[in-house]
């Protein structure tokens, strides 16, 4: 069965830190590149971050470069986004996705408000 579960979200002050992550199950987590998405109220769900099956190749939206860091350890089956600078407009479900096959977490919210 598999099953991607994402943690870390909650509520932050501008200008705040949070460390998302997601654990994968049910499939062969190492060769495959995962990708970070968000969606917030109102929105299409965008893109935010890739990372390569090992680690090697990553990138970022032009709108989180220089604040938010995606990472990833294959021996515990995780990516991570790490945020910070936080801004209101950073509020969003965010999800984690396998890529090529396409599986979808249940999503973390991060509020960002004063």
């Known amino acids: 069965q598999v099953q991607l579960v994402e943690s870390g979200g909650g509520l932050v002050q501008p200008g705040g830190s949070l460390r998302l992550s997601c654990v994968a199950s049910?499939?062969?987590?190492?060769?495959?590149?995962m990708s970070w998405y968000r969606q917030a109220p109102g929105k299409e769900r965008e893109w935010v971050a890739v990372i390569s099956a090992d680690g090697g190749s990553k990138n970022l939206a032009d709108s989180v470069k220089g604040r938010f860091t995606i990472s990833r350890d294959n021996a515990k089956n995780a990516v991570n986004l790490q945020m910070n600078s936080l801004k209101p407009e950073d509020t969003a479900v965010y999800y984690c996705?396998?890529?090529?096959?396409?599986?979808w977490g249940q999503g973390t919210q991060v509020t960002v408000s004063s």
């Open positions: 996705k396998a890529e090529v096959v396409n599986y």
């Open positions: 049910g499939f062969t987590f190492s060769n495959k590149a």
